[in-house]
């Protein structure tokens, strides 16, 4: 599975971007899709997953209420909606899939999309 992330940009804080990750080589029907961040200086951390047969999402505390996941089943691509933007925000987007037990954990999952830059101006 190749995973294209695109998106990314300048905003200010209080605004809205939207991610996308596009998947392509096999079928993703049955994996779960995430989207992880990483800041400069700190770890990679949980942001969203979706399952791609189901549509069942989970996010990450921080994020809950302001980002949605949703997928494209015909275009093979996974979104990400972020609104009220704050400057903690911050960092390289990546997304990502997995086969088998849906997961919040980064080293679990077997396929990565380059980063995409999010940075939010305060």
């Known amino acids: 599975v190749q995973l294209q992330a695109s998106g990314g940009g300048l905003v200010r804080a209080g605004g809205s971007l939207g991610l996308s990750c596009a998947a392509s080589?096999?079928?993703?029907?049955?994996?779960?899709m995430g989207w992880f961040r990483q800041a400069p200086g700190k770890e990679r951390e949980y942001v969203a997953i979706i399952s791609w047969s189901s549509g069942n999402t989970d996010y990450a505390d921080s994020v809950r209420g302001r980002f949605t996941i949703s997928r494209d089943n015909a275009k093979n691509t996974v979104y990400l909606q972020m609104n009220s933007l704050k400057p903690e925000d911050t960092a390289s987007y990546y997304c990502?899939?997995?086969?088998?037990?849906?997961?919040?954990?980064?080293?679990?999952?077997?396929?990565w999309g380059q980063g995409t830059l999010v940075t939010v101006s305060s």
């Open positions: 990502a899939a997995k086969f088998g037990i849906w997961s919040r954990v980064g080293s679990s999952y077997e396929y």
């Open positions: 080589g096999r079928t993703v029907s049955n994996y779960h």
